[in-house]
């Protein structure tokens, strides 16, 4: 038999899902696939006598004790008992002989004797010709659940059949839960008390006492008091009440005992109802352990443990066996090697028990990167007296994480900020690079981060260079490396990100790796420094002590550097012009050092040549941005144009058709005004009287139509500008519609509403850059918005002295624009050498946003300075404007504000009186402004 058996062992298995059966003697690949799973499960051979079981999971051996060899061949009734249930046993009887799948709950033992309760299933597997030859079954053990369930139906039953009265309080004083001691003492139903509060039925209510108690529950545990309790009938009759805070379902109870202590009960029941009243109090201390969803563990004032709960083994894994020692087992000897510091949290220990009274919160962090917020409170006597205490552990492990993500995050900004910023402070590229290796090393907690810059011939070289002082320096190594010319430059040139997690598992080339081991690397992230489409260089992060796996942010974070470093090896490319070009002044300058009038001129162009580099420099982002959407403005309107031509270009021809068929029309009805009945029923049918008359004006509403777009995309020419870069004779007025179109959408009532108030005098021709003045408009009126838009003003409107102030309500938005001629300032006119007056062009931008503060207000034209949020602004607006204005045009730019009234931005352009051409009052088309 036992030979048949084994023979079976070894035989193919089926799968549940199969009908081809699968050879077991594979066992890696089951147990691969089923050791994941806490369910046990077997299969057994439906063919042979007994169904012998053939192969049994890791988890069925953990559940029930035994060892394979001990398994394999036996039938599985070795796990009933004598109280196993009959009935489920014959079910699983009469699903081995039918064939059909069964689910039964039944008790099964252990190799050690122990109970368990089965979550059973067997399920049968068939051949493809529909016969059983295999059973697999898969059992959960439930033990914990039942008894649970065990323990609750018995709580219940107890607390019912307590001789004392059971309450459960909620914190405002009503009855959330009576039991039926209670509901004949005061001679209610339950149901009726229910809808009471303890001031219902306790004539000595106090809602200051109560609170008090509530609290001293809360911190103290329980306590008793003497009060009375009024029945239902009026009889007032006197109680001991013992409360105790009890936290079920993540609420809070006060949980009182009340006893009758009237002469005869208390001769009575006195010693019975003390002991009860014991047992109830360590059930429901025990419950709200168990409901509590921290961890929670009771020492006595020796520091041993009096009990814990179920999710207090849980977080510090201990292990089932440990579990069912008892709670007078775990101490903390168990725990202290799992904790990080198990020294700092064993001082603790002692200091607190040398100061019982104290309240402890700390954060602990356990070896395995979990971490605990622990809280400790004494647990006192209803007398005061502190008998041990109440430790309360909350995984906070995500929280922490989160918090370390967001503070890696800041740290990255502020190193990838830094680096910018001294970029832009300091002019030394060399002092820039090393101290940017430095800091990204530090910070990537990296062993290497290197530099390298190639040569014409692809060699590379090593400029700067930050590394560890456990590994060898690579600066000044002459890098000569053909694979990397032949197959990865032109991949690096178009932007590509290389992180290698290790270097001897991937796709590197034997040369690559050659010479990495050089360099002693076993990880490297590489991110390309360009130069526009060039390849400058590379910034490496080199790992040698071990494989790294480099992360989505460590990625992204090298890549915004290397964009930096780009800006600040160009700069340093401008500025090493602008040196050789100061070489050369000042050799010139040795040559002319006897003119002291030379001299300073040549200080002067130096100082003007830095200026003027700067400025660029200030204006590149703006300029590309204007120009960018000049280019888009005037292709749209282009593109718009044409079609918009072709439509207006034919409806002219249209009208004349249409009048020439209406004609014939009308000359056939003369002559023949008696048509035949189906063309009078078609004249009927189409109302030819109507047609007529609404034919012309559809063509004309068709040609208003189509030369409203070509205004509009007159305008959007106009704006742009894109051809007109030399000064011209211009209409102010138009440039600031055609800026006030673009602007449109912002203006709208969704979108702010916004008031705008248009009062343009009579101005004549400008002589000026008519695509550089669109821009200060543009930058202004932008502005003017931004204010309107983060400002909230109210007002409020005052009657007469003997009427009271109306509510605030919401101020009204207001841009003004407003254009004028006036006579030149005195410095303007010294400077002038026209015959007459000389006058100047006034255009003033107002709004009624929160002002300007005097201390804003100095700075507001200083490149780079803004008060708008990182992202929001550059800073170079108005710096840009004021350049504009000033020395392009030789005119002025103010700014006047009260801080809570408003903003006024004043544009002074000269006017030379030979240039004055008169033009007309802008006259506006209805509805707009």
Partial sequence: MKAMVAKKASCRVLDANQSEPVDIGNKRVYDRALAATSCGIVISDARCFDNPIIYCNPAFLKITGYSQEEVIGRNCRFLQGHDTDPIAVEQIRQSIRTGQEVRVVLKNYRKDGTLFWNDLTISPVRDSSGKVTHFIGVQTD??????????????????????????????????????????????????????????????????????????????????????????????????????????????????????????????????????????????????????????????????????????????????????????????????LPLIQEPQRVFSQMEYLEENPSLISREEIHLTNGRVFDCYSAPARSPEGESYGRIWSFQDITEQKQTETRLRQQAERERLVSGINQRIRQSLNLDEVLNTAVEEVRQFLACDRTLICRFNLDWSGTIVVESVGEEWTPASAINIQDTCFQESKAHLYQKGRIRAINDIYNTDLSPCHIQLLERFQVRANLVVPILQGDKLWGLLIAHQ?????????????????????????????????????????????????????????????????????????????????????????????????????????????????????????????????????????????????????????????????????????????KNFSRVDEAERKLVDIHEGIENTLLILQHRLKPEAGNIQLVKEYGNLPFVECYPGQLNQVFMNLLNNAIDALEKSVPVVTTEHHTTQATTPSQPKTKIIKISTEVADCSPSQTSNSDEIGTPQNVIIRIADNGSGIPKDVKKRIFDPFFTTKPVGEGTGLGLSISYQIIVEKHGGQLECLSVPGEGTEFIVQIPLAPSKIKTLQTTTLPSGEG
């Fill in 142 to 335: 439930i033990t914990e659940r039942k008894q649970a369930e065990e323990t609750q139906q018995l709580m219940q039953f107890s607390i019912d059949r307590a001789a004392d009265a059971v309450f459960y309080i909620r914190p405002d004083g009503t009855l959330f839960y009576v039991n039926e001691t209670a509901s004949k003492a005061l001679k209610y139903s339950r149901e009726e008390l229910l809808r009471l509060s303890i001031q219902d039925i306790d004539p000595n209510f106090s809602l200051s006492v109560w609170q008090s108690h509530w609290q001293q529950v809360r911190e103290g545990g329980s306590f008793s008091i003497e009060t009375q309790h009024r029945a239902k009938d009026g009889q007032v009759f006197p109680v001991e009440v013992t409360f105790n805070y009890l936290r079920f379902n993540n609420q809070e109870y006060n949980c009182a005992f009340a006893r009758d202590i009237s002469e005869a009960y208390r001769q009575a029941q006195a010693s019975k109802q003390a002991q009860k009243a014991l047992q109830r109090s360590n059930a429901l201390l025990k419950a709200q352990q168990e409901s509590d969803p921290n961890g929670v563990l009771v020492t006595d004032e020796t520091g041993a443990t009096l009990s814990y709960n179920q999710r207090f083994c849980e977080m510090w894994q201990i292990p089932e066996g440990m579990r069912q020692l008892g709670e007078h087992k775990i101490i903390f000897n168990w725990l």
């Fill in 544 to 716: 040698c002590s071990k494989t790294r796996d480099w992360q989505d942010s460590t990625i992204e974070l090298l890549r915004q550097i290397s964009v930096q470093l780009s800006v600040a090896i160009q700069q340093a490319a401008l500025f090493k012009q602008l040196a050789e070009e100061l070489a050369e002044r000042k050799a010139a300058e040795a040559a002319l050092r006897r003119s002291k009038q030379a001299l300073k001129t040549q200080a002067t162009e130096l100082k003007k040549a830095l200026n003027d580099l700067k400025q660029a420099q200030l204006q590149l982002i703006q300029t590309e941005k204007m120009s960018g959407l000049g280019q888009l403005v005037a292709g749209v309107a282009h593109e718009i144009n044409n079609p918009v031509t072709f439509i207006s270009g034919n409806i002219t021809h249209a009208e004349m058709y249409a009048q020439d068929l209406l004609e014939l029309v009308e000359l056939y009805t003369e002559n023949y005004p008696q048509p035949v009945p189906a063309i009078a029923k078609q004249i009927e049918v189409i109302d030819f009287d109507f047609l007529k008359k609404d034919f012309p004006k559809l063509l004309k509403s068709m040609e208003i139509g189509a030369y409203r777009i070509r205004q509009i995309v007159l305008s959007l």
